[in-house]
């Protein structure tokens, strides 16, 4: 499998981005300002950028790529709107696993990072049956959670084209799970643990909700400085 290497833009936030996830942001922060006008006008090329979790206590302005979390992920641009003060509402979706290698601090405005792309280690293979089991039993438990969390019409399944290889990371995006169980969901390479893992880790939360009887709050994203992030 040959290595792929990039130099990106970064986007440090609070939050671990999956890819086919959809991820709104409300930017606001000059530097970010001056990205979001770099990929709506192509100067970064395929209007892709790099979300990667911000460990906590620190900052990235401080700490540089102590501060990051190894694996990231990208978000390709869909849609964005100018507000009338200069800020955006931009909305994004997840695209690739990154494994970031070195910071680039002094090209830009914003922050940039040398970045290892990271496919899959194997191939998902949707008719085996151990992948077929896995993958209906990790929807069963997406339902359960979803009928538990959310009112009904806050959640739809996902299409039953979604492949093995997606589907863990398209059942996490409507879970509100801790952001280390979604880092370690992220960096799994392998189709079938992550099925595995999606399946446990839904079932573990919707068991806590049942017996807390309580719902979780929505998340919001922001760009902000990277303190409050």
């Known amino acids: 499998m040959s290595r792929v ?3 990106i833009p970064l986007f440090p936030l609070g ?3 999956m890819p086919g996830a959809s991820l709104p942001l409300h930017v606001f922060e000059p ?3 001056q990205l979001t006008v770099d990929l709506v006008t192509g100067v970064v090329p ?3 950028f790099g979300v990667i979790a911000v460990r906590e206590g620190f900052d990235p302005d401080v700490h540089g790529i102590d501060a990051l979390v190894p694996v990231g992920c990208t978000a390709t641009l869909l849609d964005a709107r100018r507000l009338p003060d200069g800020r955006y509402d931009i909305i994004t979706r997840g695209a690739r696993r990154f494994r970031l290698l070195e910071m680039d601090e002094g090209s830009h ?4 990072g040398s970045v290892e792309f990271l496919p899959d280690e194997e191939k998902a293979d949707d008719g085996d049956d151990l992948t077929r089991m896995l993958a209906s039993s990790a929807r069963e438990a ?3 959670y979803c009928a538990t969390a959310w009112k ?3 959640w739809t399944e996902p299409a039953h084209e979604v492949g093995a290889a997606d589907l863990a990371h398209v059942l996490a995006a ?3 799970l801790p952001l280390s169980d979604r880092q370690e969901l992220l960096e799994q390479r392998h189709p079938v643990q992550r099925l595995r893992m999606i399946r446990l880790l839904i079932a573990r939360e919707t068991g806590l909700l049942s017996r807390l009887r309580a719902v979780p709050a929505p998340m919001t994203t922001y760009s902000t400085d990277h303190s409050a992030n």
Do not use: I, N, P, Q
């Open 15 to 17: 939050t671990v981005l």
């Open 109 to 112: 405005s914003y922050l940039c």
């Open 152 to 154: 009904s019409d806050d």
């Open 174 to 176: 409507d879970c509100l």
């Open 31 to 33: 530097r970010y300002r």
């Open 5 to 7: 290497v990039a130099t």
């Open 142 to 144: 997406h339902r359960r």
């Open 46 to 48: 395929d209007k892709e």
